[in-house]
């Protein structure tokens, strides 16, 4: 039961191209964005969508089949954990950041 403790997964579009950042070390990092849909209908009957927007981060192998086939419009399947950092802005704020830290992808469907 330890392992649904801090469980998510995703099946969405990218949002923007992600961006791969190569650290000194050797390794590598992904960061994108993915939109999920719900969509459900008003009291009038028409059909709403709500689209909620994710930070996802991949490390090493993961990131890099980001880098190779993950781009703009794709949709994908993440499974993963969410990290929630914080950081202080220049002016002093402190500010929180959640996260998707993924251990695996899924390519889905086309562009």
């Known amino acids: 039961m330890s392992t649904i403790k801090n469980h998510v997964q995703l099946i969405g ?10 650290l000194e070390s050797g390794k590598k990092v992904a960061r ?16 709403q ?3 909620n927007w994710h930070t996802v981060v991949a490390w090493g192998k993961t990131a890099e089949i980001i880098e190779k086939y993950a ?10 954990k969410l990290k929630t950092r914080t950081y ?3 002016d002093g704020n402190q500010r929180y950041v959640t996260e998707v830290v993924a251990d695996e992808i899924l390519l889905l469907g086309s562009k």
């Open 71 to 80: 781009e703009k419009g794709k949709e994908i399947g993440v499974v993963g």
């Open 49 to 51: 969508t709500d689209t």
């Open 13 to 22: 579009n990218v949002g923007q191209e992600p961006t791969i950042t190569n």
């Open 88 to 90: 202080t802005t220049d």
């Open 32 to 47: 994108l964005s993915l939109a999920t849909n719900e969509y459900y209908k008003n009291g009038k009957g028409e059909k």
